[in-house]
């Protein structure tokens, strides 16, 4: 019994070898094979079904001016494990599952009733007769159905292939302005959750030197940072969320440091805010009775 | 009939209710007639994006046995400032707050388009949220790594200000301190040996310390209990740390023998969980979350030895009385289950392994207190990753899904009382004028614990019509039931949902049509079904059976149209006219049949039945079917094996799967790769369609479920075909011909060899 499942167990730690082709962006963790991120799988894209004839959900594209990039590296479907679960189904991006609905289409839930005697109806010969089994589909041109499909452009059909931007987020950009907050944080910060980041930001730099983090990850913490920087707590954190959600094997040992620190150079700057405005109603009440006299 | 449809539709969302009437028989004996009985399906919950809930606290009837709530139902007196109370008739006079109320200036309570209204408290302390972790370790190292990462990332998910804890257990249950000061600590216990909530809390010190401390400062008394609770800490405070110490989790180091099963003490580790909880936050919300990956082993709750050629019990073991724990170890998990209600607290278990856990004995620690279970292969898959991360998924307020300690409260007038509720929840043992005594589910009170629930937890509650036929309801009379449900809201705040419904009673002699008319055969295909699965729990699957029968044809004897002894003029009216197909799949479902699921499996199955909503209980029932093809837009069709054609891609969704099942033809054209071809960009197309309507299928449902992909002759086709309707099998399938659908290797009955029966039994004057 044992022994068949070492064999089962041995299969398979063998497998990914197989499989272990040279592909771009596939890396190996320490714990084995991780799969790489398919960010092109399939661009979600609500126009593709416009065809259909079903509630065609206007077109709506997610890049608000800002947030473009986040959003293209949010949203993507990966395919689930199959060798350890038994169909197991895709998994979606923290993205994609916390998109605010947008237009819904109607729920797929509407049944047929059966004719009252329980016989399925003959299916009528309009509909049955499509093309002999052997034939081609019919072709694209001379189909009159899909009616839709001229008015969405086969560019959206296509797995969009993010390009490649050739910006490498380099380390010091990410790793100095997570270390400025800290600084900052010193002194307002217990020394010994400071210094308790402070180590996790070393794993940070560690992991990132040695290769071990992908490009998703590092384009994201670079977002993160710039969040952080301008004082969006909201985004960031939001952003160290989507990391923990769609990285967790990279990045777990580390970014609860990053998300201690947001929480911290919040309460810091939220103090600091209470600060200004106690000193301004103080220097206000000072400038008041000058006046008085 | 649309008016009715809409009617209903428009109830629905306003009030979260479905009832399985819409025009109530006037008289005990009329509504006994009417087979199905009067009952609703109430989603407590319901999210409704245009109801803010109003700062203030309702208004209650003074008479000390009604404490109804001020609704649009009741007569208001606005010159003299008084209500009269319309389930009790009491006259009330309103509270000062409200001394300006006049015709144009009404409170939102009284206006008829907040039937539900949500009402925030603000008196009483606010009490975190707690999450208890319970891990078992004796995993494969893929399995520990995956739910340690998990774990890891839920951190990320909690409220900030929530509590954690963690407990782990293999052969010996940890308990483990956490602190900020970077050393970690634990407590070890036994796996074998029960011990008593007393027992525990005194090991923990959880009793003795805090005692000295409540005395030296008498000023705040129970302020902050949670201070000097080393077990349980905030979010925000522990985070580095417990990643770390999750991070180092080890499998359970003690040595598993070959043939033996590791020992796994499942049991005790919950017992004391539930203790830990019971002497620290009684009656705050708080989920004990089990992550399980194989059967208790040892110890009280032990569900099969540790000696692998002992197979764990199945349906056939359990028929013939040869589960030797099984009694013995569901007793224990009723114990639990029970005591965490008590305590207000909730269960989850997320049982992860490709044999049996022991569902079957732990089931009642979900269902009684409203936790989730979920059931997968393996933690390294996206199944339970994705499950657990919806746990904590957010509403459009941002608010977590998830509530807790509700108690349910249903008032009615006084034609009606209460038979019972069916769903996660416990009986509070509210006697009162208006329980009935026949029991129908969880009766006998008027009042339910939900421990635990979320914006589509779903109750059944049912009740009987005692008005006496010689008393008649005057024309016009209208009948009302007011639901309260009171709630510790995620952002940790009291708050009261009220909804108060009214509908039109009858006389079913003269008004016959219209009481037809009225019903609702979705709710009461689900509410029937609720009935014979709570059965199913007690007694044997044929009983259950022949009782469904029975009751379907006194059904179709009742509203049925036909001449006697002549099954070929019987109809039925379009209210009815799915019904009878309802029935028919929910005879083959795996609720109520056993065959080819194993205990744990059917256990899961009815967990997930007995709780969800009416829209996704029917999916589970009669399961959807859409097809797609080139012949036009994507349409239902028939769950009927002559809906399975060559060049048709059907999309199947059970609840529990996701199927794409590719037609011959479709799945030539596939393999001969015309979908990358430009020329037949339209092929591509429609590859595609099902695929996008599953993942938003995918996107929304909770539990994720399984997603299958087969063609016609795959192995995985089973999964359709053990579904539809076999009315093309081996045994007729010339007379229907060759070119119509698939024929199913079954000797099931079809539905039309099951109409036929119906029609003869309907019409015969002997049954």
Not at chain 1, 157 to 167: A, M, N, T
Not at chain 2, 204 to 214: D, R, S, V
Request: glycine share 6%; net charge neutral.
């Amino acid at each position: 019994m044992s022994n068949s499942r070492r064999l089962l167990e041995d299969d398979r730690i063998r497998c990914p070898e197989i499989k272990a082709r040279p592909l771009k962006s596939g890396y190996r963790s320490r714990r084995g094979w991780c799969r790489p991120e398919r960010q092109s799988y399939r661009k979600v894209s609500r126009s593709q079904r416009a065809w259909l004839g079903r509630a065609p959900a206007p077109e709506v594209t997610h890049r608000h001016a800002g947030g473009a990039e986040v959003e293209m590296a949010e949203l993507y479907v990966k395919p689930g494990n199959k060798e350890r679960g038994w169909n197991d189904p895709p998994q979606f991006s923290y993205g994609l599952q916390t998109q605010a609905g947008g237009p819904k289409r109607t729920p797929l839930t509407k049944r047929v009733a059966a004719p009252q005697d329980g016989a399925p109806r003959v299916p009528t010969s309009e509909t049955s007769p499509g093309p002999s089994p052997m034939g081609p589909p019919p072709p694209s041109s001379t189909a009159s159905r899909p009616p839709a499909v001229g008015s969405c452009p086969a560019s959206t059909v296509d797995p969009i292939d993010f390009p490649v931007i050739e910006c490498e987020t380099l380390l010091e950009d990410v790793l100095r302005p997570l270390e400025q907050a800290l600084d900052d944080c010193r002194g307002h910060t217990k020394k010994q959750v400071c210094d308790d980041i402070s180590r996790r930001l070393a794993l940070l730099q560690e992991q990132w030197a040695g290769g071990k983090l992908s490009t998703p990850v590092k384009k994201r913490m670079a977002l993160l940072v710039q969040e952080l920087s301008s004082h969006q707590w909201d985004a960031a954190d939001d952003i160290h969320r989507s990391l923990m959600v769609d990285h967790v094997t990279e990045v777990s040992q580390w970014m609860v440091g990053v998300k201690r620190l947001i929480a911290e150079k919040r309460s810091l700057s939220s103090e600091e805010e209470a600060n200004e405005e106690k000193a301004a109603a103080t220097s206000e009440n000072q400038t008041v009775p000058e006046q008085d006299p | 009939m649309a008016t009715y449809l809409e009617f209903i539709q428009q109830n629905e969302e306003r009030d979260g209710v479905r009832f399985s009437w819409n025009v109530w028989p006037s008289s005990r004996l009329e509504a006994t007639r009417m087979v199905v009985p009067l009952a609703c399906l109430l989603t407590p919950l319901k999210e409704r994006l245009d109801l803010p809930p109003v700062q203030y606290e309702p208004v209650l009837c003074s008479r000390p046995t009604c404490k109804a709530i001020l609704n649009p139902l009741c007569q208001v007196d606005y010159r003299a400032k008084l209500w009269a109370c319309n389930f009790c008739f009491q006259r009330n006079q309103f509270p000062p707050a409200y001394t300006g109320i006049s015709e144009v200036n009404q409170p939102a309570e009284l206006m008829p388009q907040f039937s539900t209204i949500e009402y925030m408290i603000q008196r009483g302390p606010q009490s975190p949220l707690v999450f208890l972790y319970v891990v078992d370790t004796c995993l494969e190292e893929e399995d520990l790594q995956a739910l340690k990462e998990s774990l890891q990332m839920s951190l990320s998910l909690l409220p900030p200000d929530a509590l954690v804890g963690l407990i782990t257990f293999g052969r010996m249950v940890q308990v483990h301190e956490l602190s900020c000061e970077g050393i970690s600590k634990s407590y070890v216990f036994r796996g074998t040996k029960d011990l008593t909530a007393k027992q525990i809390q005194d090991m923990l010190g959880l009793t003795k310390p805090a005692m000295p401390m409540q005395q030296a400062r008498p000023a705040q008394p129970q302020e902050h209990p949670f201070v000097s609770s080393r077990f349980l800490q905030p979010v925000h405070k522990i985070d580095m740390n417990l990643t770390d110490l999750l991070g180092e989790l080890q499998r359970d180091p003690w040595p598993v023998n070959q043939g033996k099963r590791p020992l796994r003490s499942t049991g005790v580790a919950l017992s004391i969980a539930v203790g830990l909880l019971e002497g620290t936050f009684p009656n705050t919300g708080a989920r004990i979350m089990l992550f399980t990956g194989g059967p208790p082993t040892q110890g009280p709750g032990m569900v099969v030895g540790d000696e692998l050629k002992v197979p764990i019990r199945s349906w056939h073991d359990i028929e013939k009385d040869n589960a030797r724990f099984m009694k013995k170890a569901t007793k224990h998990y009723e114990m639990l289950a029970n005591r965490t209600a008590t305590n207000g607290h909730c269960i989850d278990i997320y049982a992860c392994a490709l044999d049996q856990t022991g569902l079957l004995e732990m089931k009642c620690c979900a269902n009684l207190t409203g936790g989730y279970m979920v059931m997968g292969d393996s933690f390294n898959t996206s199944l339970f990753k994705q499950t657990f991360q919806r746990i904590f998924s957010k509403d459009f307020n941002g608010d977590f899904r998830m509530a807790f300690g509700a108690t349910l409260e249903v008032k009615t007038s006084r034609e009606l009382k209460i038979a019972g509720a069916i769903g996660p929840c416990v009986s509070l043992n509210v006697k009162g004028p208006c329980v009935s005594e026949n029991e129908l589910g969880v009766g006998g009170t008027s009042q339910w614990k939900i421990c635990a629930l979320d914006a589509t937890s779903t109750l059944g509650i049912y009740f009987e019509v005692v008005n006496q036929h010689n008393a008649p309801i005057p024309q016009g009379g209208r009948g009302a039931i007011q639901f309260v449900t009171q709630y510790q809201h995620s952002s940790t705040q009291r708050r009261i949902r009220v909804t108060t419904i009214a509908r039109n009673w009858a006389d079913a002699q003269s008004q016959f049509k219209h009481i037809e008319a009225a019903f609702d055969q979705e709710a009461a295909a689900v509410l029937m079904a609720r009935l014979g699965v709570f059965r199913a729990e007690s007694e044997e699957g044929p009983d259950i059976l022949r009782w469904l029968d029975r009751q379907l044809i006194r059904l179709c004897q009742k509203f049925g149209q036909y001449n006697k002894e002549d099954p070929t003029s019987f109809r039925l009216s379009d209210s009815f006219s799915l019904y009878p197909q309802f029935m028919f799949h929910l005879r083959r479902s795996p609720f109520l049949q056993v065959f080819n699921n194993s205990p744990d499996e059917s256990s899961y199955y009815r967990h997930h039945f007995a709780r969800q909503d009416l829209t996704q209980s029917l999916i589970m029932i009669q399961p959807i079917l859409y097809s797609y093809s080139f012949h036009g837009p994507p349409e239902p069709v028939l769950l009927d094996s002559s809906s399975i054609l060559a060049d048709r891609i059907l999309l199947m969704d059970t609840f529990f799967q996701i199927v794409i099942y590719l037609g011959e033809t479709i799945a030539q054209w596939r393999k001969a790769g015309y979908q990358d071809m430009p020329e037949y960009e339209n092929f591509k197309h429609l590859l595609q369609a099902p695929v996008d309507d599953a993942q938003e299928i995918l996107q929304a449902r909770f539990p994720m479920p399984r997603y299958i992909n087969t063609e016609h002759g795959g192995s995985q086709a089973r999964f359709l075909l053990s579904k539809v309707n076999p009315s093309q099998t081996h045994n007729n399938l010339y007379a229907w011909g060759q070119e119509t659908g698939a024929p199913i290797l079954t000797d099931d009955v079809s539905l039309q060899v099951f109409m036929d029966h119906l029609k003869k039994l309907a019409v015969s004057s002997a049954s």
